[in-house]
């Protein structure tokens, strides 16, 4: 009986968090011409079609792109030095260092929003150059990643062994070299995790961009303006294209986890 | 490595300082002075006017985090009990609307929930009344809901895992009943979880503009709407906006700062490494 119930309320719970996604799936696949979000006039792919020869939408997710690429990289190579400087600190500077990594996540994100349209606008007041763009989405997406990358990155460098690269430099190493054989092989999980977070956190993000693009657009951005619109299923088309992606990356990285995982226990065996 | 390695943060202290601490030091900057530039406290004044909104946000954020505390408890107790293949699963399940945007997903529920939308259609097709539902405050807190439950659940469900099976049994050994061995054991040990699923998802529902600009419609103004007019909409006034935001800030540093009351401190970090 308890046990029945619990399989219906967990099939209540799922249906809560998957209903909305299903309907945007099945009316992308709507034929309709008023683009009318409720009548079901058949099967077609016209969306899609639509989708793909939209020019604003492709430029939109090719900024999208480019801005989480550099985002990612750069929080990641930025991240990993901080994280292994502050590692190296001694308790009360470490403790600062963390109390601002900890800021960005524990502020809301709308705050941290105008706040950086702020030091833009500003910046561009007093120096001149370019108003809000490229650049400024760039610059405030490395600082909202940059936390979740030294997250991940300092509990590997805290369970790493500190004798192991000094006994490489006891060997001769040069610290250059002793830094890319030693230190970065035993924290590249965390390294790794850092920059798919970051990646994943910068396509996404909707908040912060809409306060510092200026007339740039992301996807994020291009789909609120849709949504002021309300009228293409042009939209439904695009969230599952983009859910599609997102379900095969899932797959790619467990199916690699998983075959991690075995060739571990087959070393081990 | 001691010695040569605290120059390595410095890079990352110039782009905080720069990108962190100097634009919110701008936001306080703003916030009291005028457009002309001189020292003034009327925007923090002209703050109370929108008392209503305040008190709006956080009633709603407050209902939202309540409901997303109730629905989730049972449910990660549930994944918690399941078989580790199934937790896998169902923790995946959980994590994987999160992956699309939100914005996609709170336009779906526009969708559903307008006069003419899907379950009004429903309800016609088999003859009962249309309700009402799009740009209520009750279609503000579903949005809430929808979108940050996993936010709750996904804590709730790491604490309650990792609660030591055989702490349970010698409560029932000892003649415990089930309620008692909720309220007394299960309850108290999760209480990190709770705190830190509370603090994730009550912080984004206080502060957000556009749930309720798509499902409240204009009558469900909040903080973050408020915000968002004084930056980029039709009332721009930066200074007053910035007055807001300090405001907001504030509030959830109280709210931050009460709920860490009742935390042993280490909740922050499992949550952080959660998202």
Redesign the interface.
Known sequence: MKKAGGRIYTFLIFLFLYAPILVLIVYSFNDTETGSRVVWGGFSLRWYRKLFEDRLIMEALRNTLVIAVTAAVASTVLGTVAAIGINGMKRLPRRIMMNITNFPMVNPEIVTGVSLMLLFVSAVRLFGGRSLGMASLIAAHITFCLPYVILSVLPKLRQMDPNLYEAAQDLGCPPIKAFFKVVLPEIMPGVMTGMIMAFTLSIDDFVISYFTSGTTQTLPIYIYSMTRRRISPEINALSTVLFAAVMVLLVIVNVRNLKDQSGQQKEEV | ??S??????????V??T???????L??GY?AFTDKAGSFTLENILSVGQYSNVFLRSIWLGAVATVISLG?GY??AM?IARANVRRQNV?V???M??M??????????????L?D???IN?ALAAIGLPRIHMINTAGAVVLGMV?NY?PYMILPLYSVLTKIDKSVIEAAQDLGANSREVFVKVTLPLSMPGVISGVTMVF??A??T??ISK?LGGGGNLLI?DL??MQ??GSAYN?NL??AV?LV??VI?LIC?GIMNQFDDGEV??KG??L?
Do not use: C, H, Q
């Open positions: 490595m001691k040569d390695s605290k120059l390595l943060s410095a890079p990352y202290t782009w905080m720069v990108f962190i601490v100097v634009p919110m701008l936001v703003f629905l049972p449910f549930i169902m995946m399940l959980v994987l609307p992956w699309m945007n939100f914005l996609l997903r709170t336009y779906a529920w526009m969708t559903l307008e003419n939308g899907l259609s929808y439950i912080v984004p206080v502060s503009f556009i798509m973050g915000i968002d930056f980029l930066p906006g910035s935001s907001l800030m959830i931050m922050g970090e952080g490494m998202l």
